[in-house]
C-alpha cells in the first residue's frame, strides 16, 4: 500500500552545496529502487534551531515527499540514523490529511455551487413581485 510521507530532515549548516545534492540524490535512488516515488524535494535554506544540537545553532533544512510503503520509509529513516552530516530528521504521514482537505474543498465546493443556485433564481423572483 503506497502512503505519502514528508522526510524533514537537518543537515550541518557548514555542508557544502555539492554534498547535500549527493546527499539527496542517494535518498532518491533508495526510494526509486524500494518501489517508492519522490513526489518533491526542497531546500528550505539555512535556519536557527530551537536548541543546540550536536554542537550546532543552526541547520540547513530539507524536506522530501515520498510515495512508498512503511519498508522505505523504514529504510530511509536507517540511512539518515547512520549519516554523519544529518543533524535530526521526522517523517511524517500526510495522506489522511490530504484526504481530509480534499474532502473539506469538496464539500465547501458544493455548498458554493448550492447556495449560489438559489440566490440567482431567487433574485428574478424578488424582481419581479415588487
Request: hydrophobic content about 40%; glycine content about 8%; cysteine-free.
Amino acid at each position: 500500500m503506497d502512503r505519502t510521507y514528508e522526510l524533514m530532515f537537518i543537515v550541518r549548516p557548514d555542508m557544502v552545496e555539492e554534498d547535500q545534492d549527493k546527499l539527496i540524490s542517494t535518498l532518491e535512488s533508495a526510494v526509486t529502487s524500494s518501489g517508492g516515488k519522490v513526489k518533491s524535494v526542497e531546500k528550505m535554506g539555512k535556519r536557527r534551531l530551537a536548541y543546540m544540537v550536536r554542537r550546532f545553532h543552526d541547520g540547513m533544512y530539507i524536506l522530501l515527499t515520498v510515495e512508498g510503503g512503511g519498508g522505505l520509509i523504514h529504510e530511509l529513516e536507517r540511512r539518515l540514523r547512520v549519516s554523519e552530516p544529518v543533524i535530526k530528521f521526522l517523517t511524517v504521514r500526510i495522506d489522511e490529511e490530504q484526504k481530509r482537505l480534499d474532502k473539506i474543498k469538496a464539500i465547501k465546493e458544493s455548498r458554493r455551487k448550492v447556495a449560489a443556485a438559489p440566490t440567482e433564481t431567487g433574485g428574478e423572483t424578488a424582481a419581479v413581485t415588487a
